[in-house]
């Protein structure tokens, strides 16, 4: 036997791919999911995750593995690490990034816990990516699909993560593993990938954060650059740097989100593309996977990411002396928004992340 494994089984597809690999390599399996929402048999659970149907798609595949399965109450530790925070950052005028937090804090973290507990040799999920080790050190790499490849939100994984962790699918593309899933006679061979975060399913975030936090968020002005009114916004929080759709303003000509002024509950936009760039970028919270914390002044060249559906441009990165990490780009990047994260790699290589400041 190749070892113990406990498999995060959302009941999508590639979780379920991911158990029947390892259970076929010979490992002896769990599966389990995490309860981290109430369920509502209203949402289209076709486009989020962590439904009532989900669960039911893990545990008929577990099932049908003939493994066991558990579902793991995490509705508390989700509340306190990743929706409190999601409706804190949205409130200081940034954009958050919930799946990477409840990567870090859930999967990695919680559920991790909850493996060793079980006395379990690893702990497996179904992302995108690989992990190889060179020498002593760990590293995280890009999934062989650079289509779903999902390295981007896998950016804050410690040394200690990547050795328990296993990502069987890095190898794969997502049509092989839809064949897979088919020829096992899976239920969810044909699912659709998740679209909504699965606590604002519909994507009404504004409704969310006012209903959850009990703040309301009124209309304020939309300027251009000089202060002239354009017009009345819907609540500050419904816009983010770089937006174009959906701001109603009515005007020959398209214009942008530029900034957020929450001091004077004001958005600013600009028709000028080049008001969006920016040359560089401050991170904090920074997590370095390719080398131990190096040292003040320390420079590297990367590719950088300032999100997940973003391509990579040339930079270099460099560590300031309060800790924060420089990162200065070859070219100006469009719309770099606070809150969101930018990952540096080396060719196929994470070398680390953190997150806008």
């Known amino acids: 036997m190749a070892g113990k494994a406990l498999i995060a089984m959302s009941g999508g597809v590639d979780s379920s791919v991911a158990a029947y690999l390892m259970k076929s390599q010979g490992y002896s399996c769990i599966g389990a999911t995490m309860k981290l929402v109430e369920n509502d048999n209203s949402i289209e659970s076709s486009r989020t995750c962590c439904s009532l ?56 973290e919680k559920f991790l816990h909850r493996s060793r507990e079980l006395e379990c040799d690893f702990m497996v999920t179904g992302h995108y990516g690989r992990i190889e080790r060179v020498g002593q050190r760990y590293l995280l790499k890009k999934g062989k699909d650079a289509a779903k490849d999902q390295s981007y939100f896998l950016y804050t994984m410690t040394q200690e993560q990547l050795a328990q962790i296993r990502f069987p699918l890095g190898e794969y593309n997502k049509e092989q593993i839809r064949k897979i899933a088919a020829a096992q006679g899976f239920v969810n061979a044909d699912k659709r990938d998740s679209q ?10 504004t409704a969310f954060i006012e209903s959850y936090s009990g703040v ?8 251009d ?11 500050i929080i419904r816009y983010t740097v770089g937006q174009r759709k959906g701001l109603n303003l009515g005007l020959p000509y398209p214009v942008y989100v530029q900034r957020k002024d929450l001091a004077t509950n004001t958005v600013v936009v600009t028709r000028d593309v080049s ?7 401050f ?42 990490v420089r990162v200065v780009f070859d070219e100006p990047q469009k719309a770099i928004a606070a809150g969101q994260a930018v990952v540096l790699y080396d060719d196929d290589v994470v070398i680390g992340g953190g997150t806008i400041c």
């Not at 493994?67 to 109450?73: A, D, H, K, P």
């Not at 909504?196 to 975030?205: H, M, Q, R, S």
């Not at 309301?216 to 300027?223: E, Y």
């Open 196 to 205: 909504d975060i699965c606590f604002v399913p519909g994507g009404d975030y």
């Open 53 to 108: 149907e989900d669960t039911q798609a893990a545990r008929s595949v577990a099932d049908r593995l003939d493994i066991s399965f558990y579902v793991f109450n995490f509705k508390e530790e989700f509340e306190q690490c990743v929706i409190d925070k999601f409706v804190r950052v949205y409130q200081e005028g940034a954009t958050p990034s919930p799946c990477i937090d409840c990567n870090r804090y859930l999967k990695f």
């Open 275 to 281: 008001g969006l760039l920016s040359r560089e970028l």
């Open 216 to 223: 309301t968020f009124p209309q304020g002005d939309f300027t």
């Open 225 to 235: 650059s000089g202060g002239k009114i354009l017009g009345k916004h819907r609540g």
């Open 283 to 324: 991170a904090e919270d920074f997590n370095w996977i390719a080398y131990d914390n190096p040292p003040v002044g320390f420079s590297v060249r990367v590719g950088a990411k300032i999100r997940s559906t973003a391509r990579e441009a040339a930079a270099a990165a460099s560590v300031c002396e309060d800790g924060r």
